[in-house]
Nanobody, 120 residues
Framework: QVQLVESGGGLVQPGGSLRLSCAASGFTFTSYAMSWYRQAPGKERELVAAITSAGGSANYADSVKGRFTISRDNAKNTVDLQMNSLKPEDTAVYYC?????????????WGQGTQVTVSS
């Protein structure tokens, strides 16, 4: 079955770094765009970063541009999010997402989330 398993979350001080990883299985990874979303308490889930299926293009939320980098390894079926210069407002549960838009049907999958807490 489809699985997206996130890892790498934790507690980090402001200004620190974390690297999140998402391991995918159960679907054709190379056919899916991959994204990282986050949801802070009391807020809606928001898109943080996205990368195309071949990895040739990436987009970022304005709030993380220049600090976060999304990458994927299509040989290993993984997508990572390198987070630098972390701020308290980056605290959230981070979710991995796989998305494929077909002509007749779309497919989207979510991981279970990993907690990132930025605090001194």
């Amino acid at each position: 079955q489809v699985q997206l398993v996130e890892s790498g979350g934790g507690l980090v001080q402001p200004g620190g770094s974390l690297r999140l990883s998402c391991a995918a299985s159960g679907f054709t990874f190379t056919s899916y765009a991959m994204s990282w979303y986050r949801q802070a308490p009391g807020k809606e889930r928001e898109l943080v970063a996205a990368i195309t299926s071949a990895g040739g293009s990436a987009n970022y939320a304005d709030s993380v541009k220049g600090r976060f980098t999304i990458s994927r390894d299509n040989a290993k079926n993984t997508v990572d999010l390198q987070m630098n210069s972390l701020k308290p407002e980056d605290t959230a549960v981070y979710y991995c997402n796989a998305d494929r838009r077909g002509l007749l049907k779309s497919y989207t999958y979510w991981g279970q989330g990993t907690q990132v807490t930025v605090s001194s």
